[in-house]
């Protein structure tokens, strides 16, 4: 089992930043990818960024050149930093892990809007 806390989400106007972190505990040593979704209202989980356990990231189309993803490995913890925020970025922000095992977990979600 894998523990997930987020924290960082809030409020914020557009063109602002914020930074997510997820930290990991529990059965930390199988994980392999660490990365972040979400979900705005109405729409369907999608992917924002993700980044393996040697530092290989992939990131959505939509939020290239403003989120940088990175990890900690020592802390078991990833951050999400999100600049140049805009509206359409309010979601609902999860962090997840995918493991060696196939094995998949996932936060409980921290809330991020970005008023206009």
């Known amino acids: 089992q894998v523990q997930l806390v987020e924290s960082g989400g809030g409020l914020v106007q557009a063109g602002g930043s914020l930074r997510l972190s997820c930290a990991a505990s529990?059965?930390?040593?199988?994980?392999?990818?660490m990365g972040w979704y979400r979900q705005a209202p109405g729409k369907q989980r999608e992917l924002v960024a993700a980044?393996?356990?040697?530092?290989?990231?992939n990131y959505a189309d939509t939020v290239k050149g403003r989120f940088t993803i990175s990890r900690d490995n020592a802390k078991n913890t990833v951050y999400l930093q999100m600049n140049s925020l805009k509206p359409e970025d309010t979601a609902v922000y999860y962090c997840?892990?995918?493991?060696?095992?196939?094995?998949?977990?996932w936060g409980q979600g921290t809330q991020v809007t970005v008023s206009s």
């Open positions: 529990g059965s930390i040593f199988s994980i392999n990818v």
């Open positions: 980044i393996t356990n040697v530092g290989s990231t």
């Open positions: 997840t892990t995918r493991h060696y095992d196939g094995g998949a977990y």
